[in-house]
């Protein structure tokens, strides 16, 4: 046998324990390394080269001891404080559910789909687990391969939305295909920024002609969905892709520092582009001061301001009915909870998104692929804006009335 | 914190060594034993499985570079490194203490 095949051998045993494939690479050159000066060494000595790669065998010991020892270290870890705040959060909103059945009871009209909103939940709920056991399995790694197909197919389905016919509750950007309506205006910013991520973290050698020409069009790649949001009113989405994506990118380009400059930056252009539409400048204005706006802009502010007043520190207790919350089911969950359990548990829930933001931002810093640290961000970011605007922020709901 | 890094003084042995410059594997069994005066002999099935979960941990970063047409992994510590190594310091100074006033102060 000669020395590199004893070596291969020695690795290929080490490495038959180490259960996360994507580090054999890496951990094969490291020891083969090491081999090789430890044989170095001996020849040096002036041992014959058979002999040097026998001892320096011997010196590594048993090669399935050193994979264990390995595969122990890198053991895929679980995060079971994430997870349990995920289903306490779940376990929240099912009581909400059972609340909202339980005032439905006996009210025709509202009794069928109110009844229904619990078993639904738990249906989703399931399929949530489902798809979350199927993304813990799967390697996201994979997925940076297939980021240029991802970012075209989505800009081409984009612009099918934006001349479709199809509306949904007077919206457009919603493509039909197979019978299923997608919301593809909706989704594109979380797409786009997926795809985005993939593209900017490849191993690319960086004096290769595609290298350069890629860094050529990054702003414009930034710039295009952009245009598309401004050209389809898609004022929600222009937001959200636009604020990920620049800090995202100035954080890869240039450290937090110069990415806290750029939400700034953004945030500033974001609100002086908002201020001049309408419904938004209006949604802000009901938000700090009802009385100035026009009372079909104010109805919500008053009547969740109100909902909230007459909460109590107890609540009005499980199966409370507050029939003028529209959306009590979705948007409206978190007024209609601390409507119905009290100020208490309000406080509380609050304290376990707060508690749930900051665990996120914990396991993201120990995250350490740069395209996986970076999906992450900007999927924490996508997360807690999603909490912010459903829960704690008032002006999005006014949007719409 | 990683159960590994928890077993006795070798991890802090590894950062002390790695303050002064970054040493890659090889290198560091060879200082371990040098500097020790041949107390300490590191095993290779030892060593990288600490030298991993410290990277994991964030106390030290890792670089590749090819010296003499040999790839190596370098390491290097980081600002929470040093912070940890400085803690471990006291703690092992107020050990050590504990056991000599035991024994008898100079009774050795």
Redesign the interface.
């Known amino acids: 046998m000669s020395r590199s095949d004893a070596f291969e051998e020695f690795l290929d045993e080490v490495c038959a324990q180490v259960g996360a494939r994507e580090l054999h690479g ?1 951990l094969r ?3 083969a ?2 081999l ?3 044989a170095g060494e001996r020849e040096a000595m002036g041992f014959e080269k058979e002999e040097a790669a026998k001892w320096a065998l011997e ?4 090669p399935e ?2 994979g264990r ?2 595969h ?3 053991k895929p870890r679980m995060n079971w404080k994430l997870l349990a705040v995920v289903l306490l959060f779940a376990a929240i909103g099912f009581s909400g559910m059972l609340s909202l059945a339980a005032a439905a009871k006996g009210h025709s009209g509202t009794e069928e789909f109110y009844g229904r909103l619990a078993s639904n939940h738990i249906l989703y709920l399931v399929m949530g687990i489902v798809l979350m056991l199927g993304l813990a399995f799967f390697d996201y790694r994979k997925l940076r391969r297939y980021s240029w197909v991802l970012y075209f197919v989505t800009l081409i389905g984009m612009t099918a939305a934006l001349f479709s016919d199809t509306s949904v509750n007077g919206a457009k950007g919603w493509i039909k295909l197979g019978g299923f309506i997608f919301n593809i205006m909706g989704w594109s910013p979380y797409i786009l920024i997926i795809a985005l991520t993939g593209i900017w973290t490849m191993n690319q050698n960086s004096s290769s002609r595609a290298f350069r020409l890629k860094k050529r069009f990054e702003l414009p790649m930034i710039l295009l969905p952009c245009l598309f949001y401004a050209v389809g009113h898609a004022l929600t989405e222009l937001i959200i892709f636009s604020a990920v994506v620049l800090t995202l990118y100035s954080w890869l380009n240039g450290g937090w520092r110069r990415s806290i400059v750029m939400i700034l930056g953004a945030s500033a252009v974001v609100l002086f582009y908002a201020w001049r539409e309408p419904a938004f400048r209006i949604g802000i204005i009901a938000a700090i001061d009802p009385g100035r706006v026009p009372k079909h802009a104010s109805y919500m502010i008053i009547n969740l301001r109100e909902t909230l007043a007459t909460a109590g520190w107890r609540g009005h207790g499980f199966g409370a009915l507050r029939d003028q919350l529209p959306y009590v089911y979705s948007d409206m969950l978190f007024p209609y909870l601390i409507y119905t359990f009290g100020y208490l548990a309000g406080l509380g829930l609050a304290v376990v998104i707060v508690w749930f933001i900051a665990q996120a931002v914990l396991a993201w ?2 995250v ?1 692929d740069l395209y996986g640290k970076t999906l992450f961000a900007g999927m924490e970011r996508k997360t807690t804006k999603v909490t912010f605007r459903r829960h704690l922020f008032f002006y999005p709901q006014t949007v719409r009335y | 914190m990683n159960r590994e890094l928890m077993k006795g003084s070798t991890a802090t042995m590894l950062l002390m060594l790695l303050n002064s410059r970054a040493l890659y594997g090889y290198e560091l069994i060879k200082e371990l034993e040098r500097k020790s005066e041949g107390t300490f002999a590191l095993k290779e099935g030892t060593l990288y499985p600490i030298l991993h979960a410290m990277e994991g941990e964030d106390w030290v970063q890792a670089y590749w570079e090819t010296v003499e047409g040999r790839k190596r992994k370098y390491y290097q510590i980081t600002d929470k490194g040093k912070r940890i190594l400085e803690e471990k310091k006291r703690e092992w100074a107020l050990f050590r203490n504990a056991v000599d006033s035991v024994l008898g102060n100079g009774g050795i």
């Open positions: 890496e050159m490291e020891l390394n090491h090789e000066e430890l010196q590594m010991g048993d001891t050193v020892n390995l122990r270290v890198h810093k120990t350490r």
